[in-house]
């Protein structure tokens, strides 16, 4: 029972004609009751929620990807920096969907209907947030200083890759604010597909390279499906709050056929890969019937768990990606 509910329950008891002394006393009881849950376990369940952790597949694929080119390429992985790069990764990603919390509930954008009910519904405090937000960006900071000194990959190509995804996780909704003015879009493209690949690429082998971001392609599409799904069913209350998306731009017609293409061409990249190069790559196919059952529920505007299930499909997609480029014989991809 939240805070909303226990006001609507006194409320109520106020109205019986017992009295105010039973009434007292039943809030009382009621707040004697409540006092446990307040424990450290459910403020930490408190804090996973805020996270999002959802969304994490956008994250964890693109670094599992990069990680996977990497091995292709040099024919060997340090287990140590792939886990490396994943904490550094996850905890600039949480701290922007902090970021994205803070900032939505002050806009007045959040409400009682929001799927991020963190700030809306007091499960948190926003000064909680906050710290919480400091705290994960500091401990990406820490582990990118740790990646550095065990990776031979040059600081200044480290803090540009690094420094790069922490600005567009704070400038989405903080700051600028990209979301706000119907960039948030492309913010979400770039970070969590070509930068956060060629950053997991990057800290394996030691250098810089062009293929990461070609590869990249279809799981950055696949994650922008995911915002724009969101986006999506979020019109009408977007719209409401006075900010501007790229789903409200375009309109409810041409935003399902951005979601078909973001959620289809993918799979057509793949079939290029996979009758030109090695069959490995068709594995990701195993997961169109997951993208077709989707199509139906944007086409038929039922938006519910829609973003969730979207980052399910985009989790998956990356596994067999990765699955597909690791099986890949020697030599036999383009440009690794």
């Not at 450290?40 to 994250?59: D, E, G, I, N, T």
Request: with cysteine; hydrophobic share 50%.
């Amino acid at each position: 029972m939240g805070p909303a509910d226990l006001v609507q329950k006194i409320s109520i008891s106020a109205e019986s004609p017992r009295g105010s002394e039973r009434n007292d006393a039943g809030a009382a009881l009621a707040g004697a009751e409540r006092a446990p849950p307040g424990t450290w376990r459910q403020k930490c369940a408190a804090y996973v929620l805020a996270l999002r952790p959802w969304s994490f597949s956008a994250s964890l694929t693109p670094v599992a990807l990069g990680s996977a080119l990497a091995y292709r390429a040099e024919g060997a992985l340090d287990p140590g920096l792939l886990v490396g790069s994943a904490v550094t990764v996850l905890a600039v990603h949480g701290a922007g969907n902090l970021v994205n919390t803070y900032y939505d509930f002050s806009k007045g954008i959040d409400h009682k209907k929001s799927d991020d009910r963190t700030l809306v519904d007091q499960i948190l405090e926003p000064q909680d947030v906050v710290r919480f937000g400091v705290f994960l960006y500091t401990m990406g900071c820490i582990c990118a200083a740790g990646l550095y000194a065990v990776s031979t990959l040059k600081l200044e190509h480290l803090a540009l890759i690094y420094f790069g995804g922490l600005s567009s996780s704070f400038l989405y909704t903080g700051g600028i604010g990209f979301k706000y003015v119907a960039l948030g879009d492309v913010v979400i493209l770039i970070t969590f597909g070509p930068l956060a690949v060629m950053f997991a690429h990057a800290v394996q082998v030691g250098y810089l390279s062009v293929s990461p971001l070609l590869y990249a392609i279809p799981l950055a599409l696949s994650t922008e499906a995911i915002l724009h799904s969101n986006n999506t069913r979020d019109m009408e209350s977007d719209r409401q709050a006075g900010i501007v998306t790229l789903a409200i731009l375009i309109g409810p017609a041409f935003s399902y056929v951005l979601y078909t293409v973001l959620l289809f061409l993918p799979y057509l990249i793949f079939c290029v890969l996979a009758t030109r190069y090695t069959i490995s790559m068709a594995l990701p196919l195993l997961t169109i019937p997951m993208a077709f059952s989707l199509e139906r529920q944007f086409r038929s505007q039922s938006f519910n768990k829609i973003p969730q299930r979207t980052a399910k499909l985009n989790l998956l997609l990356g596994l067999f990606y990765v699955f597909g480029i690791t099986l890949a014989p020697a030599g036999a991809l383009p440009k690794l």
